[in-house]
């Protein structure tokens, strides 16, 4: 992988890791924005836990070298997770703003996964 390809990954990586670790603290710790926020989305305010754990995992299976496997179901829960969280917003009419976040943090995942180095992937090309 070019120098180049490296850099965007680490930078994607870093901020997806940043964010996923961020809002899975904020969602084990039930703050009452986000209880409130999952209530008005018409999800159960325990599904904030089952999230945060989840999220928390997927960094460290994303960040620890080796563990392919887990890399690709990492990833592959952020992509549902955000995706889940945009079209959730869509269907409870949020405002566009409500849609940065989960936006974001899509295309961070789909970055980091596209640029990950040849040892971080499941099958080698």
Known sequence: MKKRGKIIY??????????????GIVQLLQMEDEVQKMNTL?????????IGVWKILG??????????LAKEWAYAGFFFIMSGAIFTHLAVGDKAVEYFGPALLLVLTIVSWYFRPEDRKLINS
């Open 42 to 50: 018409g999800y159960p305010s325990y599904f904030l836990t089952i």
């Open 10 to 23: 680490w930078v994607a990586t870093i901020w997806l890791s940043l964010g996923m670790v961020s809002t």
């Open 59 to 68: 960094v460290i299976a994303v960040l620890v070298p080796k563990f392919q």
